[in-house]
């Protein structure tokens, strides 16, 4: 549960709450319309709340395989920084080879 989106939940459940004490047969339809726009935002607000908490601190894979190593725990990410650090090392001793000979 994402509990950062729990107070603005709340606060949108109430707004709701006051929008079905103050419905009638003489509503308008801006009032209709004005609740349709809350409950849409309750709803936006309940998905956020819903989901599950982030596995990684990555940005682009949140919900990705963790490395304890890595440095925003992501796996994905961690995999990619030490292959390219690697193969950079790996080019070195080539590179020395060529300049050589
Ligand atoms: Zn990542």
Redesign the pocket.
């Known amino acids: 549960m994402n509990r950062t989106h729990i107070s603005d939940l709340a606060r949108a459940l109430r707004v709701l709450g006051s929008h079905g004490e103050n419905l009638g047969l003489e509503s308008s339809t801006a009032t209709l319309d004005e609740i349709h726009t809350d409950l849409s935002r309750a709803l936006d607000l309940m998905r956020i709340v819903n989901r599950p908490k982030p596995t ?1 601190d ?5 919900y ?1 395989p963790v490395d304890e190593e ?1 440095i ?1 725990r ?5 995999t ?1 920084e030490r292959r390219a650090r690697y193969s950079g090392q790996a080019d070195r001793p080539a590179d020395a080879y060529r300049q050589r000979y």
Do not use: E
């Open positions: 990684t990555c940005a682009r894979h949140p990705g890595a925003n992501c796996l994905l990410c961690g990619h």
